[in-house]
């Protein structure tokens, strides 16, 4: 099935940067045309001079208060994703839905020839209609700092899907106390996977198991150190059902900030992702033995890519 740009709605969330912020929208011209673009961030904001279809304003929630975050001291800025993000899923009118902040970038659509790709699933274990789309980056495992476990943890910078699965998704998040985002007293402080971290789970975790306890799956997991061989088997269980994890290459997605870290995942293993190897592995394991690793075709998906730009840019 061939989606077109123009059945794509796409939610750029977060604060503007003029700089940054120009660049996203102006690649989503390039790459999805005629997709609708709607810029999410806050009331008093200057987007003047930016190119989009709607501009959704909000109230500015604020930081919940700082962390530390691989000793450094960063303020905990969860609950302003979440505002940005669903005001602007509420305004998304097309069949797909692709949610991206506001200092990422496109550089290619290669990533909309995967999204029927993985078509095999465990139905116990479904909680989308369809799989969804999420980076490599940050999708973990295992923390690269302990090596400890990081279970239910899929990247939330970049989401594409069916609207109706991005929306659920975070849709059923409450915002997060300062106690819970930055002040947790841990259940085993000695596993924890980031040492200097100070919430009870990392954002990725709060998002992930919050929309799996709307749909009735509360894992036994007090807190990001607790962890154990149950909750693991779980975790990939439900990721390698609902995801499908491709490489920044591969999705055709990049940002000034984040360059090296997106760089680093597509020229070598970085310990702990969720790379787009490590996930055809389990796919093939979990779902069909005759499966063809995509990596092996990557020059037929590129070719097809390259194809439907082409044909994009012709009308």
């Known amino acids: 099935m061939r989606i077109l740009p123009r059945e794509i709605s796409v939610v750029v969330q977060g604060a503007v940067n003029k700089c940054e912020t120009a660049r996203c929208l102006k690649s989503l011209r390039i790459y999805l045309p005629e997709a609708q673009v709607i810029l999410s961030t806050w009331k008093g904001s200057d987007t003047q001079g ?118 659920d998704y975070f849709s059923h998040c409450e915002f997060l106390s300062k106690a819970e985002g930055c002040e947790w007293q841990y259940k085993f402080s000695h596993r924890k996977p980031y040492l200097s971290e100070t919430g009870r789970y990392t954002p990725e975790q709060h998002l992930c198991l919050a929309w799996l306890e709307w749909h009735g799956m509360k894992p036994d997991y007090e807190d990001f150190s607790d962890w154990s061989e149950d909750v693991l088997c779980l975790s990939d269980k439900i990721l390698f059902n609902n995801f499908i994890f491709l490489n920044p290459a591969a999705i055709g997605v990049s940002s000034g900030k984040h360059h090296n870290a997106l760089l680093r995942a597509d020229l070598c293993p970085w310990y702990g992702l969720i790379t787009q190897d490590v996930f055809e592995q389990e796919y093939k394991r979990y779902f069909d033995v005759a499966f063809k690793l995509a990596r092996r075709n990557d020059s037929k998906l590129l070719y097809y890519a390259k194809k439907l730009y082409c044909k994009l840019r012709m009308h």
């Open 50 to 167: 930016l190119d989009y279809d709607e501009c959704v304003l909000s109230e500015d929630p604020g930081s919940i208060g700082f962390h530390y975050y691989k000793d450094k001291v960063v303020p905990y800025n969860f609950n302003r994703q979440l505002v940005s993000t669903v005001a602007g899923l509420a305004a998304a009118e097309r069949k797909y839905a692709l949610k991206m902040r506001t200092d990422f970038y496109l550089k290619g659509n290669k990533f909309l020839c995967y999204f029927d790709f993985y078509p095999a699933r465990n139905a116990e274990f479904n909680y989308f209609r369809h799989r969804v789309i999420v980076p490599s980056v940050f999708s973990r495992r295992f923390s690269d700092g302990t090596g400890f476990p990081l279970p239910f943890h899929p990247s939330d910078f970049f989401f594409f899907g069916l609207k109706e699965d991005v929306r």
